[in-house]
T-cell receptor, first 115, second 109 residues
Framework: NAGVTQTPKFRVLKTGQSMTLLCAQD?????MYWYRQDPGMGLRLIHY???????AKGEVPDGYNVSRLKKQNFLLGLESAAPSQTSVYFC??????????????FGPGTRLTVT | SQQGEEDPQALSIQEGENATMNCSYK?????LQWYRQNSGRGLVHLIL?????REKHSGRLRVTLDTSKKSSSLLITASRAADTASYFC?????????FGTGTRLKVLA
């Protein structure tokens, strides 16, 4: 049982380049989330999904797109990377069934640097 | 804007001492959770307290919740070097959590 995995672990992009971060979970969770973590800012929600084929915006969605084509995968895309998107990105998942909905399982993070 | 604000931002104590960190939030909540993050790692769920609960224990952890003051505290008793980490509170909104900025705890051996 791998839990939540993220690919890649590290990436350096030049301004204007695009990339996709992959999150995969093997716990059959319905809910999945993408966060970014910046120094002194805590975690901020970018986008989330409550089920396959559905996505919704979080606090800081601008510059990002997401897709949830399969229940176990949640992809985060940067179409034209900017230095302001330099951050550590975390994926998380949780069950739809209360009370387990409230417990999020986090991946190890992807450290992205945009130069 | 951040729903949860932890206090203090950083805390350094000796092994064996107790560590207390606080969280304040702004809106009504259904529940509040505490998470731990070791350096370079993802967050790990520690404990959940519901809005109708005032205190909850789990091992060396004690969480209190005061909904009238919109605040919560996390107490770690008999701290160990392995407790060195950042601790975040998170309040539950619709389908999602809002996380605070965290308290960095350092336990000195």
């Amino acid at each position: 049982n791998a839990g939540v995995t993220q690919t890649p672990k590290f990436r350096v992009l030049k301004t204007g380049q695009s990339m996709t971060l992959l999150c995969a979970q093997d716990m059959n969770h319905e809910y999945m989330y993408w966060y970014r973590q910046d120094p002194g800012m805590g975690l901020r929600l970018i986008h989330y999904s409550v089920g396959e084929g559905t996505t919704a915006k979080g606090e800081v969605p601008d510059g990002y797109n997401v897709s949830r084509l399969k229940k176990q995968n949640f992809l985060l895309g940067l179409e034209s990377a900017a230095p302001s998107q330099t951050s550590v990105y975390f994926c998380a998942s949780s069950s739809r069934d209360l009370p387990r909905t409230y417990e999020q399982y986090f991946g190890p993070g992807t450290r992205l640097t945009v130069t | 804007s951040q729903q949860g604000e932890e206090d203090p931002q950083a805390l350094s104590i000796q092994e064996g001492e107790n560590a207390t960190m606080n969280c304040s939030y702004k809106t009504s909540i259904n529940n509040l959770q505490w998470y731990r993050q070791n350096s370079g790692r993802g967050l790990v769920h520690l404990i959940l307290i519901r809005s109708n609960e005032r205190e909850k224990h789990s091992g060396r952890l004690r969480v209190t919740l005061d909904t009238s003051k919109k605040s919560s505290s996390l107490l770690i008793t008999a701290s160990r070097a392995a407790d060195t980490a950042s601790y975040f509170c998170a309040t539950w909104g619709t389908y999602k959590y809002i996380f605070g900025t965290g308290t960095r705890l350092k336990v000195l051996a």
